[in-house]
């Protein structure tokens, strides 16, 4: 893992984490989850409002979740990233264990710590008997006795939206002072009796919470107590990449601390996303599945991006470069034999039974359509602009006994003269940018003597729908019409000019039809 180069490292493997990893798996990225086991949710024992999968244990869900996402090829790591840092053009993470690993993108789902009132008793029965959410745990409290423990405006609200789930609904203000006018007359409008003093601790009877015992002894009875904790986003991977948490505030009341970010999760660092509930406190778990999908659609789309700015400055490259003579040298050197060593069968089809007499095949390559010219007694030039293939098609001429009948020419016929007066003038599946293109067959055409013909073969632009296989260079492929179009019509009589059809296979080894752009010209005399 410290040698690859992931697209994403998601930093917490809850609702969040996972979501945001089943999406950029399925659109085939590289992803490792580093998890350290400590969901937000661990004590609670069923999950509520996620359509489809209500009263889920959460542990249920995540192993689910992790099998999902192993299963689109993502990968999942125990343990505890604890800083992250800029590397070249992507991410470092440090782990606990000193361990790294590397991501091109960070998606950040560390969640949030909920920090509880500091009553005895009260940590250890969250989850449980004490909550905070009603739409989490509300229906299963619905018509108990319920005790709000107030921290601040927000508990009146609070205590409302309880009292929508249970009748029996009290405020306990801890020592807290008493409401205003307006809010008392709310709470008492809606039935919620408001309980001064301060809390002492839980009164438990059975593993059950029966009570809460105030200051003084007196026990208050309830089933159930919502604590409003405040919350803290688990915020220190983000924090050393530069991202503070910032107050999160409601109606004036500090709620507790978040990362902030635009809509689709992305932090005012570039490559850094944020989703679940390190950014939106509020987040229950469909919430957070929902901003993990978000966030990784627009991962996905932001690495599309670099991937193609980077095609595109390689296609420029291998354009700019590949027409050279160092390419063509190197291309041959890596193979004994690049091409089959048999003529083109246009060529073939097109030449057999004509008047001989002088041709220039351009592009000679490894020279067996030269040699099939000479051996029914063309005299031919052959031209090429590398030296490894010249020396092979001289060896392939002598094998042939037609050396005597071959001149080969090292030259490169975008800049070196073709030379003139030839009664054949045959370029097969010369393909270069429409430019270059234009220029090099206008200085073909002019190399042809009066009455002599020009053969041209390319590869024609609708193989390009037929997944060949060949390197995809739309602006390079031709129709015979294109090239038709750079001769003189008072000087030139088109023969052929067609899509030629002929049987080839694509490369899972399927028969397809592809085409060959033909063009047979004639000089006029």
Same mark, same amino acid.
């Given at each position: 893992m410290e040698k690859q180069t992931y697209d994403v490292v998601v930093i917490g493997g809850g609702a969040?984490? &996972? @979501?945001?990893?089943? $999406?950029?798996?399925?659109?085939?990225?590289?992803?490792?989850?580093?998890?350290?086991?400590?969901?937000?949710?661990?004590p609670a024992a069923h999950m509520h409002n996620l359509l489809g999968r209500d009263g889920t244990p959460p542990g249920e869900l995540l192993a689910a979740g992790r099998a999902e996402i192993i299963g689109y090829g993502a990968e999942v790591l125990t343990g505890r990233a604890e800083s992250a840092a800029r590397d070249g053009d992507g991410f470092r993470v440090t782990l606990a264990d000193g361990g790294t690993v590397r991501g091109r993108r960070l998606l950040i789902t560390t969640g949030l710590v909920d920090e509880l009132p500091e009553i005895p008793g009260l940590a250890e029965r969250w989850g449980r008997d004490v909550a905070h959410c009603p739409y989490c745990h509300g229906w299963e409290l619905r018509d108990h006795r319920i005790g709000v423990i107030a921290?601040?405006? &927000? @508990?009146?609200?609070? $205590?409302?939206?309880?009292r929508q789930i249970s009748p029996h609904v009290l405020i306990l203000l801890n020592g807290g002072a008493a409401f205003g006018t307006e809010q008392s007359e709310e709470l008492a409008a809606r039935g919620i009796p408001v309980v001064p003093g301060a809390i002492e601790g839980l009164q438990i009877s059975g593993d059950r919470l029966t009570g809460v015992r105030l200051a003084g002894g007196d026990v208050v009875a309830v089933d159930a107590v919502v604590a409003g904790p405040r919350f803290t986003a688990r915020a220190g991977v983000l924090e050393s990449l530069g991202?503070?948490?910032?107050?999160?505030?409601?109606?004036?009341?500090?709620?507790?601390?978040?990362?902030?970010?635009?809509?689709?999760?992305a932090t005012t660092v570039p490559g850094v996303w944020v989703a679940g509930n390190v950014t939106n406190l509020g987040a229950t778990v469909a919430v957070a599945m929902a901003g993990g999908q978000t966030a990784a659609a627009a991962i996905n789309m932001d690495l599309i991006a670099e991937d193609t700015r980077h095609a595109v400055t390689a296609y420029r490259d291998r354009i700019a470069t590949m027409f050279t003579e160092d390419a063509w040298e190197e291309r041959y050197r890596g193979k004994d034999a690049i091409w089959s060593g048999r003529p083109n069968p246009v060529l073939v089809a097109e030449v057999s039974g004509t008047t001989t007499g002088r041709a220039l095949?351009?592009?000679?390559?490894?020279?067996?359509?030269?040699?099939?010219?000479?051996?029914?007694?063309?005299?031919?030039?052959?031209?090429?602009?590398?030296?490894?293939?010249l020396g092979r098609a001289a060896g392939h001429a002598a094998e042939a006994g037609v050396a005597e009948k071959i001149t080969f020419r090292h030259a490169d016929l975008q800049k070196d003269p073709a030379?003139?007066?030839?009664?054949?003038?045959?370029?097969?599946?010369?393909?270069?940018?429409?430019?270059?293109?234009?220029?090099?067959?206008?200085r073909l055409a002019a190399a042809v003597a009066p009455g002599g013909t020009l053969l041209v073969v390319g590869h024609h632009p609708s193989d390009?729908?037929?997944?060949?296989?060949?390197?995809?260079?739309?602006?390079?492929?031709?129709?015979?019409?294109?090239?038709?179009?750079?001769?003189?019509?008072?000087?030139?009589?088109i023969v052929t000019a067609e899509a030629r059809p002929r049987p080839g296979t694509d490369p899972e080894g399927h028969a397809i039809t592809i085409h060959d752009a033909v063009l047979v010209a004639e000089r006029r005399r």
């Amino acid at each position: 893992m410290e040698k690859q180069t992931y697209d994403v490292v998601v930093i917490g493997g809850g609702a969040a984490g &996972l @979501s945001g990893a089943l $999406a950029l798996a399925r659109s085939r990225r590289s992803v490792l989850v580093v998890d350290s086991g400590e969901p937000r949710n661990a004590p609670a024992a069923h999950m509520h409002n996620l359509l489809g999968r209500d009263g889920t244990p959460p542990g249920e869900l995540l192993a689910a979740g992790r099998a999902e996402i192993i299963g689109y090829g993502a990968e999942v790591l125990t343990g505890r990233a604890e800083s992250a840092a800029r590397d070249g053009d992507g991410f470092r993470v440090t782990l606990a264990d000193g361990g790294t690993v590397r991501g091109r993108r960070l998606l950040i789902t560390t969640g949030l710590v909920d920090e509880l009132p500091e009553i005895p008793g009260l940590a250890e029965r969250w989850g449980r008997d004490v909550a905070h959410c009603p739409y989490c745990h509300g229906w299963e409290l619905r018509d108990h006795r319920i005790g709000v423990i107030a921290n601040g405006p &927000l @508990s009146v609200i609070q $205590a409302q939206m309880w009292r929508q789930i249970s009748p029996h609904v009290l405020i306990l203000l801890n020592g807290g002072a008493a409401f205003g006018t307006e809010q008392s007359e709310e709470l008492a409008a809606r039935g919620i009796p408001v309980v001064p003093g301060a809390i002492e601790g839980l009164q438990i009877s059975g593993d059950r919470l029966t009570g809460v015992r105030l200051a003084g002894g007196d026990v208050v009875a309830v089933d159930a107590v919502v604590a409003g904790p405040r919350f803290t986003a688990r915020a220190g991977v983000l924090e050393s990449l530069g991202l503070e948490s910032a107050a999160f505030e409601m109606h004036g009341h500090l709620l507790g601390r978040r990362v902030s970010s635009d809509e689709t999760g992305a932090t005012t660092v570039p490559g850094v996303w944020v989703a679940g509930n390190v950014t939106n406190l509020g987040a229950t778990v469909a919430v957070a599945m929902a901003g993990g999908q978000t966030a990784a659609a627009a991962i996905n789309m932001d690495l599309i991006a670099e991937d193609t700015r980077h095609a595109v400055t390689a296609y420029r490259d291998r354009i700019a470069t590949m027409f050279t003579e160092d390419a063509w040298e190197e291309r041959y050197r890596g193979k004994d034999a690049i091409w089959s060593g048999r003529p083109n069968p246009v060529l073939v089809a097109e030449v057999s039974g004509t008047t001989t007499g002088r041709a220039l095949d351009v592009g000679c390559g490894e020279g067996a359509d030269a040699v099939w010219l000479a051996q029914r007694g063309w005299e031919v030039t052959a031209a090429d602009i590398s030296s490894v293939a010249l020396g092979r098609a001289a060896g392939h001429a002598a094998e042939a006994g037609v050396a005597e009948k071959i001149t080969f020419r090292h030259a490169d016929l975008q800049k070196d003269p073709a030379g003139e007066g030839y009664d054949l003038v045959s370029a097969q599946f010369m393909h270069l940018p429409p430019e270059p293109r234009r220029e090099l067959y206008t200085r073909l055409a002019a190399a042809v003597a009066p009455g002599g013909t020009l053969l041209v073969v390319g590869h024609h632009p609708s193989d390009l729908a037929t997944f060949v296989g060949r390197m995809h260079f739309p602006d390079m492929l031709f129709t015979a019409e294109e090239i038709a179009d750079l001769l003189p019509p008072d000087g030139w009589k088109i023969v052929t000019a067609e899509a030629r059809p002929r049987p080839g296979t694509d490369p899972e080894g399927h028969a397809i039809t592809i085409h060959d752009a033909v063009l047979v010209a004639e000089r006029r005399r």
